[in-house]
T-cell receptor, first 115, second 115 residues
Framework: KAGVTQTPRYLIKTRGQQVTLSCSPI?????VSWYQQTPGQGLQFLFE???????NKGNFPGRFSGRQFSNSRSEMNVSTLELGDSALYLC??????????????FGQGTRLTVV | AQKITQTQPGMFVQEKEAVTLDCTYD???????LFWYKQPSSGEMIFLIY??????QNATEGRYSLNFQKARKSANLVISASQLGDSAMYFC????????????FGSGTKLNVKP
């Protein structure tokens, strides 16, 4: 069974540009959530999608957006990049169910560097 | 208040010895799940073990066990027979309720296994 796939693995962008990151969940998983990891702030929740609907959103500016497609693949977009957006972006895939059975598996992440 | 607290920024352990990584959590939701993830330098978050709030017994997965003390709100990870490959960051995480796939993460513990 394939794991969570994130593309690209590494990305270098210039301030002011925009970027799109992709996450393909484990087959059969309908929930995808996104996290930003930085040395200063640690791991912070961005948003979660289930069946193409955003269910939950973290405390990030509107420059951060996302979507989910009918095949459960998700993309996140960051517009007008700032230096502080440099981070490891991780997505997690879950088969949404009761908490007791809701394991979550992460991808390898996309390391974004804004210069 | 912090949802997840990991008080050990770094720890050393001798190869083949056992080590305990501490985690305390804060929630008023009776239904929650507690997770431990390992993050090597490559960045991928590797799922290790899960404990549900209603589980009566402590979770175990191979060399990993979770010492769940509900009244004290602690969920410590015990790694038995440490191996050099266990050197990594370890994150404790929590998810609350039935309706959200949002993780709260601790700040992590950097474990170094000495030969």
């Amino acid at each position: 069974k394939a794991g969570v796939t994130q593309t690209p693995r590494y990305l270098i962008k210039t301030r002011g540009q925009q970027v799109t990151l992709s996450c393909s969940p484990i087959s059969g998983h309908r929930s995808v959530s996104w996290y930003q990891q930085t040395p200063g702030q640690g791991l912070q929740f961005l948003f979660e999608y289930f069946s193409e609907t955003q269910r939950n959103k973290g405390n990030f500016p509107g420059r951060f957006s996302g979507r989910q497609f009918s095949n459960s693949r998700s993309e996140m977009n960051v517009s007008t990049l700032e230096l502080g957006d440099s981070a490891l972006y991780l997505c997690a895939s879950s088969f949404r169910d009761r908490v007791a059975h809701a394991e979550a598996f992460f991808g390898q992440g996309t390391r974004l560097t804004v210069v | 208040a912090q949802k997840i607290t990991q008080t050990q920024p770094g720890m050393f352990v001798q190869e083949k010895e056992a080590v305990t990584l501490d985690c305390t959590y804060d929630t008023s939701d009776p239904s929650y799940g507690l997770f431990w993830y390992k993050q090597p330098s490559s960045g991928e978050m590797i799922f290790l073990i899960y404990q549900g709030s209603y589980d009566q017994q402590n979770a175990t997965e191979g060399r990993y066990s979770l010492n769940f003390q509900k009244a004290r709100k602690s969920a410590n990870l015990v790694i038995s027979a440490s191996q050099l490959g266990d050197s990594a960051m370890y994150f404790c995480a929590m998810r609350e309720g039935y309706n959200f796939n949002k993780f709260y993460f601790g700040s992590g513990t950097k474990l170094n296994v000495k030969p």
